[in-house]
């Protein structure tokens, strides 16, 4: 069964665009959520992560918004650029050690 | 500060035979957490360590184990290879439960 939904699979961007990539989770023990940006050839590297008490946080560019009532967050992708193209994962983690990924998002910011 | 350190970064085995990866964390951080990353699964989670004792495991064949070392060290060892299992097995590292996780570049094992 799977816990984390994310949306879209694929997205294509303009450069200096804002990119919208969705998730919405199933599991209410999750109580950590990070997204990931992965480039071909590394392991993914955190990005910007929330816990249940916020409802946004703003790192840079980049923004979570998070509803806990509809068990849905969402990353923002500000003024994106070029090197921003790669695949993010979203992510919920549970204090039992537990992390469930979404099946990715490729992101391709064009020029 | 090194990162997360995974090795070795290729490998090829034959179906049947076993292998070992091996994983050595940031500094300081005491659980270290496998992934299996594939293009058609996505990044499933195997297991989690935290200080040589295994505390969480994911929906994995019992060919699929691992073990922490006294210096948080982690190695996951798969028997009786498929060919199923060729993927990219990812670590990482963290402090504690639901914090900040820091990801080796992987290892892959191709099975042929």
């Known amino acids: 069964q799977q816990q984390v939904k994310q949306s879209p699979q694929s997205l294509i961007v303009q450069k200096g665009g804002i990119s919208i990539i969705n998730c919405a989770y199933e599991n209410t023990a999750f109580d950590y959520f990070p997204w990931y940006q992965q480039f071909p050839g590394k392991g993914p590297a955190l990005l910007i992560a929330?816990?249940?008490?916020?409802s946004e946080k703003k790192e840079g560019r980049f923004t979570i918004s998070f509803n806990k009532s509809a068990k849905q967050f969402s990353l923002h992708i500000m003024d994106s650029q070029p090197g921003d193209s790669a695949t993010y994962f979203c992510?919920?983690?549970?204090?039992?050690?537990?992390?469930?990924f979404g099946d990715g998002t490729t992101l391709t910011v064009k020029p | 500060k090194a990162g997360v350190t995974q090795t070795p970064r290729y490998l090829i085995k034959t179906r049947g035979q076993q292998v070992t990866l091996s994983c050595s964390p940031i500094?300081?951080?005491?659980?270290v957490s496998w992934y299996q990353q594939t293009p058609g699964q996505g990044l499933q989670f195997l297991f989690e360590?935290?200080?040589?004792?295994?505390?969480n495991k994911g929906n994995f064949p019992g060919r699929f184990s691992g073990r922490q070392f006294s210096n948080s060290r982690s190695e996951m060892n798969v028997s009786t290879l498929e060919l199923g299992d060729s993927a990219l097995y990812l670590c990482?590292?963290?402090?504690?439960?639901?914090?900040?996780?820091?990801f080796g570049q992987g290892t892959r094992l191709t099975v042929v």
């Open positions: 929330i816990r249940p008490d916020v």
């Open positions: 500094s300081g951080h005491r659980s």
């Open positions: 992510a919920g983690d549970t204090n039992a050690g537990k992390s469930t």
């Open positions: 360590y935290f200080s040589e004792t295994q505390r």
């Open positions: 990482a590292s963290s402090l504690a439960r639901a914090t900040e996780a820091f």
